[in-house]
Every structure is written in C-alpha cells, then in structure tokens.
C-alpha cells in the first residue's frame, strides 16, 4: 500500500485479503451482486478526521449522482452492506439514513431499499407563472383537487394584505396539486372578493388559477413575494400529501400583484420536494 493513503483501503483491497464471499439471503443477492463490482472503487479512509459513515454516505451518493447507481436501482439491505464493505453496523445504518433523509434512497417496507427516481425541478417559486403553468409548460401532467371553494367574510391576515374594509369578502380556495399523479403541493389560497365577483359560481376543476383571472376578470400576475420556513407537517398534509409524519416539509407563504401593483392573490402551501426541487436563480 502506498505511503501516502496509509490507514485507507478499497473495498476490493479488502477482498482481496480472503474474508471468503458473504452470503445473503435470496431476495438480496441480486442486488448484492450488482453493488460489489461498484463498491469496489470505495476508498474508506480509517484515519480520516470524516467518521467512515460521512465517507460512505458521500460515496454512495456520489455514485447516484453520476448514474452509477440509476433511479430504481436495489441497494444491497444493511447486513449485506456490512459483509460487502467490513464496517459496522452503526457506520451503515448512519449513511443510509443520512441518504434517505436527504432523498436519494427510499426504504420501501418489506421490499427493500431503492436508489430514489429522479427529481423534477420547478421555477415556480421565481418565475410570474404559477406551479400549474410551469409544470404543464415543461409537459409534465398536472392536475388539481378542490377540496374547498366559496366566499367568505375576509379574516384579518387577508384584510391587512388586501387592505379590504371589515365587511370585505375573499374567495378561498383549498387545493392539492399533483406532478404525474405524486401529490407536490397543498394550498390554502385567498383572494379579494370585489376582484373577482361570482367566482365561487365557475367551475375550477383541473384549471390554472392564474389562467381563470387572466381569462375571466382580465387579472394578470406579474410578480410575486414569497417566504420559505420548514415546519412539521399538519395532520392533514401527512393523509392527503402521504408524507413522513416525523420529517419537516417546506412551507410557502406568497403574495401575488397584478399588473398595477395591487395584491390579488395570497397563499400558505406546504410543498414536498421529494417530488420536485426548488429552482432560484440569483
């Protein structure tokens, strides 16, 4: 072994010193088998000041990135990930969740664990159109669920940012939208009501909200400010959006301006990047 990588080996290295070929069970041999010829470029540095599962993590992830690991691809369980790369079961049991949490392999229950698919990217969030009209541009299907529609007296959060009087109405709008069928977005959306007079009366299903001003009430959306916290999901986001319970998901506040300056749309969404990443250029 060369001086200057004393204290690293590859996992081929390490093979090679004649552990003998581990054994799994059936369901995961295929997968095994596919990963030592790729784990086998694995340099784990002992000596490095980086803890072997941060080494692990990074590597496997590496592979992901540049295709060496497709989407769909099995990933060998974490007893056979042991055998084939002599590390304990803490090191790797640390690296898959790290993996995991960040969304590049999913554990399905009694299945296994998979290489996750590849992630669509939306400009929504920075560009004057919405989530809609930027998925259906980029020819990914998208359709919505109205779980709510009708007129309501304005509360004060959507008095303040309309600046309506205190008998001022909104139409409020709670809707789930989904990206080829995945849920990406549950929103809760408010609008001025002498904006947009008998709009409870249209039918909204499957349609642009944005389209329908624009169409209907010659409203266009020109600009947009929007504010990103993570926060643990509701009850109801984890049952509609089927999302991890225990995991914070991102939410969207937005207020949307019209042509002149005025305010005609405000809404709070939680959004699942699992689905589809956030793009912002600056």
């Known amino acids: ?16 010193r004649g552990r003998g070929r581990p054994s799994y069970d059936l369901e995961d041999q295929a997968a ?3 990963f030592r010829d790729l784990s086998a470029g694995f340099l784990l ?4 000041p980086a803890p072997l599962w941060v080494q692990l993590k990074n590597q496997i992830g590496a592979a992901i990135r540049e295709g060496r690991l497709p989407p769909g691809s099995r990933l060998p369980s974490e007893q056979a990930l042991c055998l084939l790369l002599e590390v304990s079961r803490p090191v790797v049991r640390a690296a898959v969740r790290a993996l995991s ?9 009694r299945k296994g664990m998979f290489v996750a698919p590849e992630r669509r990217q939306t400009d929504f969030l920075n560009a004057n159109i919405s989530v809609f009209g930027d998925m259906a541009a980029k020819g990914i299907k998208v359709s919505t669920d109205t779980l709510e529609f009708y007129r309501a007296p304005c509360n004060a959060r959507e008095r303040q940012v309309f600046n309506l009087p205190e008998a001022g109405t909104v139409i409020r709008i709670r809707r789930m939208y989904r990206m080829d069928g995945h849920p ?3 929103s809760w959306i408010s609008l001025p009501g002498h904006r947009v007079p008998d709009m409870e009366k249209l ?12 169409a209907t009430y010659g409203i266009e959306v020109q600009r947009a400010e929007r504010w990103f916290t993570a926060e643990m999901p509701s009850p109801e986001a984890v049952k509609l959006m089927k999302i991890d319970p225990m ?14 300056g005025e305010p005609v749309e405000f809404y709070s969404a939680y959004y699942d990047s699992n689905h589809a990443r956030i793009h912002i250029s600056v």
């Not at 072994?1 to 090679?16: F, H, I, L, Q």
């Not at 949490?101 to 229950?109: A, F, H």
């Not at 039918?203 to 624009?214: A, F, K, P, Q």
Request: charged share 25%; proline share 3%; aromatic share 4%.
């Open 1 to 16: 072994m060369n001086a200057d990588v004393k204290g690293s080996e590859t996992v081929a290295t390490r093979s090679a």
């Open 32 to 34: 095994a088998e596919n």
């Open 45 to 48: 540095e002992r000596n490095s």
């Open 101 to 109: 949490d960040e969304g590049s392999v999913v554990k399905l229950p």
């Open 184 to 186: 990406i977005t549950l």
């Open 203 to 214: 039918d909204i299903t499957n349609r642009s909200l944005y389209e329908t001003l624009r």
């Open 247 to 260: 995991l914070p998901v991102i939410v969207i506040e937005s207020i949307s301006y019209d042509q002149a």
